[in-house]
């Protein structure tokens, strides 16, 4: 069992709170996500077992969000935005620069387990592009040296 009894416990809460269980598979993913870090096929059968939805539902809705990292990510999932405004104010050039600085590529994660890059679409925070998501947190009008003061602050974070 991946699930920890809080997290099924938290899951069951959910379900009081709609008639039709389906309602209840993003914030079951939500709640797992929060717990394991990532999805996974077990833990899709394990929110299966648990609200009575087929398991392929359960994939499906998760597959669809890019929210949800689907293996094992760092500390610090770095989604940049790199729809049309991110992408026309610098996003490619945001991503190249958080490669460098973390020295790792696209998709990867650094040997310290702290960050992990990727891409994603539009986050609708278009107007205050180029943007970023850490974990749930937005990160906007960025500048590289925007970007070194919250890798430094997130690195300081961590230690303590
Ligand atoms: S295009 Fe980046 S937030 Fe919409």
Same mark, same amino acid.
Request: proline share 4%.
């Given at each position: 069992?991946?699930?920890?009894?809080?997290?099924?416990?938290?899951?069951?809460?959910?379900?009081?709170?709609?008639?039709?269980?389906?309602?209840?598979?993003?914030?079951?993913?939500?709640?797992?996500?929060?717990?394991?870090?990532?999805?996974?096929?077990?833990?899709?059968?394990?929110?299966? $077992?648990?609200?009575?939805?087929?398991?392929?539902?359960?994939?499906?809705?998760?597959?669809?969000?890019?929210?949800?990292?689907?293996?094992?990510?760092?500390?610090?999932?770095?989604?940049?935005?790199?729809?049309?405004?991110?992408?026309?104010?610098?996003?490619?050039?945001?991503?190249?620069?958080?490669?460098?600085?973390?020295?790792?590529?696209?998709?990867?994660?650094?040997?310290?387990?702290?960050?992990?890059?990727?891409?994603?679409?539009?986050?609708?925070?278009?107007?205050?592009?180029?943007?970023?998501?850490?974990?749930?947190?937005?990160?906007?009008?960025?500048?590289?040296?925007?970007?070194?003061?919250?890798?430094?602050?997130?690195?300081? $974070?961590?230690?303590?």
């Amino acid at each position: 069992m991946i699930l920890s009894e809080q997290s099924v416990a938290m899951i069951n809460e959910a379900l009081t709170r709609y008639p039709d269980h389906k309602s209840a598979v993003l914030p079951a993913l939500t709640i797992a996500y929060q717990q394991v870090g990532h999805l996974s096929d077990d833990i899709y059968r394990e929110i299966s $077992e648990t609200i009575g939805v087929p398991t392929v539902e359960i994939a499906e809705a998760a597959t669809f969000y890019t929210m949800f990292p689907k293996h094992p990510v760092g500390k610090y999932l770095i989604q940049v935005c790199h729809n049309i405004s991110c992408a026309l104010l610098g996003a490619d050039s945001l991503v190249s620069y958080l490669e460098e600085k973390l020295g790792v590529s696209k998709g990867e994660t650094t040997a310290d387990h702290l960050f992990t890059i990727v891409t994603v679409e539009c986050l609708g925070s278009c107007a205050t592009a180029p943007m970023m998501q850490i974990n749930q947190d937005y990160y906007e009008n960025l500048t590289k040296e925007k970007v070194d003061k919250i890798l430094e602050q997130l690195r300081a $974070e961590a230690v303590t």
